[in-house]
């Protein structure tokens, strides 16, 4: 092994290099440079963009907090290490119930979960699916879509299945595949509750970085295995250092598009299981307003035939908590625009729908619904209303004319003469009365991310386990290749700490 950290031929080495400063990137380097037989100086962990986290992701503006635009809860209180950590952490904890109403859009109706379970076509979406997972004998692999329209389900309890299960899982019907659906209720030890911290995800992401030797703005764009048995890694902008050990902790969509090279290439075998697991986009509305519009205790509805398949509101603690005193970075006060922030969310093909359409409209789009989900029912105001500025036409915006990451305020928005009209209209038009701007972010259009999380999907079996298995001493994390089919927080971390013992294992073989 060659000696960590100095240079030969004025290029850098390491022992081990992982690519990719997300949460599984972070743990893997982590565990190693806390071991026995590595220095924090032999690992280095390469990650692409300015900053760290991946997906994890905050923005500072909208409210008197910072708003997660990627993931948001901890999914699950049991087994987790994610929950383990922040427990370590200290920090405080809020347990939520989901989704506790659900919305009808052809019926424009409002129902808590309770009265959702006198709704038949509702209930018939959760039996169908619980039946599906308890079943004796597994049916053949098909999408999702499919195995209803085989149930001879009709169209409402199919739009109610894709804003309930289909959107969480972050896709649409046609993209889930049932095996691995079956796969991951079998495999979830992690229990149904929701967590929300009083302190931004990036805080667990600094705490995991603390100690680790880090490059920002180290795209890597090539892998190659050298002579001597170790491999150079090359950036995008032509800098070079080498490693004998490479973790890999970058989205699937990286090797699914060959967005990294590999000299030798990797096995076939690898490429095909990369293909088959399925990462469709997913689309956070994020929406800032002065006042609440909504019942109190109201904290998510899953809504059929809608813009917006689900919307959660957040109301962020009144005082700074610890994270404040911390000092973490973008937790201070920016001037909000609204103590009261609404989340659409949107996946699948909804996502790549709402990807071809101006700002403008998809605030438009999701503001009406919202006036009709809250407001006094008002049928002189339709979708496209004439008070709205007139959206540009869909086909001269591409998907990256949405996902710039911008606040946008409601003078961006709306017309001026929308504000007189809005000014006079607050109970027909709650949400538009009292929004004061908002952001749009289409993670397909994140450079080095390029969709959502991993989906159960079609004709995946043993996909992620293939996924995950070793090329040589090139070693495999993220949360995709999580063999319980787990998009999560705890899958990234669960996976970036077997990376790391797989690379310390070997170690520990070859030096016997
Ligand atoms: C909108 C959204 C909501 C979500 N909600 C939740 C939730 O509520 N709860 C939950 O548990 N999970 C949620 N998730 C899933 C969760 O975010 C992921 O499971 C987790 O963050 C994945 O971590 P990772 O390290 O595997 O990948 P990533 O976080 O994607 O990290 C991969 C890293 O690799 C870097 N990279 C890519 N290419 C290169 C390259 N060539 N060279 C160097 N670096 C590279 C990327 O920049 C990135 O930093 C959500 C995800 C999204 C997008």
Redesign the pocket.
């Known amino acids: 092994m060659e000696r960590s950290s100095s240079t030969m031929d004025e290029e850098e080495c390491f022992k081990v290099a992982v ?8 743990s893997a380097a982590e565990v190693l440079s806390s071991s026995t037989i590595f220095r924090k100086e032999d690992v280095v962990v ?4 300015s900053s ?5 992701q905050s923005v500072s503006g909208l409210a008197p907090w910072p708003v997660e ?7 699950g209180t049991q087994n987790s290490s ?1 929950k383990k950590l922040v427990d370590e952490m200290g920090c405080v904890q809020r347990e939520l119930n989901f989704p506790d109403y659900y919305y009808i859009g052809h019926e424009g109706r409002l129902l808590t979960s309770e009265q959702a379970s006198e709704h038949a076509d509702i209930e018939m979406v959760h039996d169908l699916f619980k039946a599906l997972i308890d079943e004796d004998s597994t049916p053949e692999d098909m999408s999702m879509a499919e195995y209803l329209r085989k149930k001879g389900v009709s169209s409402t309890v199919m739009s109610f299945a894709e804003a309930i299960y289909g959107n969480d899982f ?1 896709c649409s019907l046609d993209k889930l595949g049932v095996h691995e659906c079956i796969q991951e209720a079998h495999q979830w030890i992690y229990g149904d509750t929701y967590i929300i911290l009083d302190r931004p995800l990036s805080s667990v992401v600094n705490h995991v970085a603390r100690n680790l030797n880090i490059r920002l703005d ?4 090539q892998v190659e295995h050298l002579e001597g048995g170790n491999f150079r890694l090359r950036s ?1 902008d032509g800098r070079t250092l080498r490693a004998d050990f490479v973790i890999l ?3 699937v969509t ?1 090797l699914q598009q060959s ?2 090279t590999f000299h030798p290439p990797l096995p076939e075998g690898k490429l095909r299981a990369a293909k088959a697991i399925g990462m469709s986009n ?1 689309m ?1 509305v994020v929406m800032a307003f002065t006042h609440q519009f909504w019942p109190k205790g109201l904290f998510d509805v899953v809504c059929s035939d809608c813009f917006l398949p689900e919307v959660w509101m957040t109301e962020y603690p009144e005082a700074p908590s610890a994270a404040d005193s911390n000092g973490d970075e973008g937790c201070k006060n920016p001037g909000p625009l609204g103590q009261y922030i609404v989340v659409g ?1 949107i996946a699948g093909d909804g996502a790549s729908r709402a990807a071809q359409l101006s700002e403008e409209e998809i605030f438009l789009q999701s503001l009406t619904q919202l006036d009709r989900m809250f407001g006094k029912s008002d049928h002189s105001f339709a979708l496209g209303s004439s008070v709205w500025r007139q959206p540009a036409k869909a086909e001269a915006f591409n998907a990256t004319s949405t996902v710039s990451g911008r606040v946008f305020l409601k003078d961006d928005v709306l017309d001026p003469s929308a504000l007189t009209y809005l000014a006079e209209s607050p109970e027909t038009r709650p949400a538009s009365h009292c929004f004061r701007g908002g952001m749009i ?1 289409n ?1 397909a259009d994140r450079h ?2 390029r969709g ?2 991993s989906h159960p999907s079609v004709n995946a079996r043993g996909a992620r386990l293939e996924l995950a298995k070793p090329v040589g001493n090139i070693f495999f ?4 290749t999580h063999p319980g089919v787990n ?6 971390i669960d ?2 700490r077997r990376a790391a013992h797989e690379v310390w294992g070997t170690c520990r073989r070859s030096s016997l």
């Open positions: 690519v990719g400063g997300g949460l599984a990137g972070l390469l990650e692409a963009s760290l986290g991946g997906r994890i635009i990627g993931p948001e809860f901890l999914h994610i972050g180290w795209a890597v764009k995008q902790a970058v989205p990286t967005l990294i997913v956070k969310f972010v993670w080095f991310i959502g999380y994390a993220g949360e995709a998009p999560c927080l705890q899958a990234a996976t970036g």
